[in-house]
């Protein structure tokens, strides 16, 4: 039963992921660094404070009593993480969601699950959660082959881009994607996907803030909100200094206030967006409260992120006018994906 909620809350998250960019598509007439700095104070300010008030009692107290190097160390791998949703950000603008989520996911998957454990092998005591202690149970063989599979999904998914970019003229690809840029794309994608498993290390960094959360009698359910507070700083931090750089040159400062804009909507658009973006690591908390901080937590996560997008593309119509082959490429892709949910799963539950 533990597995099976690990699972469900994952999949809840996953679903907040793979929507959150869906309230953007409805703003209108702002440059992308405004709207997205309005949703990220949501995202990564707002919203995880009142996650944690509501959920965590005295989670202030705790983070001003937690060593300043468990602090540190949260805050930074916040920072890193914050580039690689900075760039997520452009690989959804230049690639679309389904393509996007599916190459800058793909190595978020492969370096956010297994260098944990690898990490406790080599720097920890701890010995049940590392990864020479899952490949020598069958549980932990099965988790490591969902990995592989999710991987061998996302490629699929990548393919399935590559014959859309030469199938489409440049007038059908920007029908529903207006920046369509494939190398550019790629390029975001690829460092948005490395550097955006930061957040699992920094889940990792912030430990002892959640185990006194859990000590001082908050929820276990909850206890990973503390540490999203000061994870989130970092990427606030990022993303803030980026955004009002791109405001400075592109002289977009003017997009807050325009009133030749729909301001009301657009506000609340970008900070439904924001809003979305946060429950995908609310409900993480709570699947890894069941699962544990591993390779089962993570590559759950992202497959669902992955497949959920991917429906996502299909539904806006991102395919529209590509052969059946690729079409079939693409809901391969996602099958094999689905595939690999399921492998961890049963793997974790064993």
Known sequence: MQAILGVFFHFVGGFASGSFYIPFKKVKNWAWESYWIVGGFFSWLIVPFLAAWLTVPNFLSIITATDSTTLFWTYFMGILWGIGGLTFGLAMRYLGMSLGMSVALGYTSAFGSLIPPIYRDLFTNDTSTTFTAMIQSQGGLLVLAGVVVCLLGIAICGAAGVMKEREL????????????????????????????????????????????????????????????????????????????????????FGDYTNKNTPLLGNYIFAALAGTTW?????????????????????????????????????????????????????????????????????????
């Open 278 to 350: 946060f429950f995908q690591f609310f409900f993480y908390g709570m699947g890894e409260s069941k699962l544990g901080n591993g390779a089962s937590s993570w590559i759950l996560h992202m497959a669902f992120i992955i497949m959920i997008s991917s429906l996502w593309g299909i539904t806006l119509r991102e395919w529209k006018g590509v052969s059946r082959k690729t079409f079939a490429t693409i809901v391969a892709g996602v099958a094999t994906i689905m595939l690999s949910v399921m492998l961890v799963g049963y793997g974790n539950s064993i």
């Open 169 to 252: 003229s440049d007038d059908q690809k920007k029908e529903s994607i207006q920046e369509f840029n494939l190398r550019k794309g790629l390029i975001v994608a690829t460092v948005s996907g490395i550097l955006s498993a930061c957040f699992n290390f920094g889940i990792e960094a912030g430990k002892p803030m959640a185990a006194i959360a859990v000590e001082q009698g908050s929820n276990p359910l909850f206890q990973n909100n503390v540490i999203f507070v000061v994870l989130l700083w970092g990427g606030l931090t990022t993303n803030l200094l980026w955004c009002l750089l791109l405001n400075a040159k592109n002289k977009t």
